[in-house]
């Protein structure tokens, strides 16, 4: 009965360089879920409606990347 759109979590990373290297995307590297992240922010949102009946949990990928023009470097976690 959660309603759409609503903040569910917040994952966070945090990285020493200065600049754009050090400026954190988030992402979700799963497809076809029915969860938004915000790039900026790390804010997961339900983007539609859950049937608890059809499924019972959901497991998901998301990755944390540095922002290097050069070779960005990333994290990932489920």
Not at 22 to 49: E, H, K, M, Q
Request: no cysteine.
């Amino acid at each position: 009965n959660t309603p759409i759109g609503v903040p569910l979590l917040t994952v966070f990373a945090s990285d020493a360089d200065q600049g754009l290297n050090g400026r954190i995307r988030y992402s979700i590297v799963t497809p076809s879920l029915p969860f938004t992240i915000d790039a900026s922010t790390g804010v997961v949102r339900l983007r539609s409606a859950l049937d608890f009946e059809r499924t019972r949990s959901f497991r998901f990928l998301l990755r944390a990347s540095d922002s290097s023009p050069v070779k960005p470097l990333f994290t990932d976690t489920w």
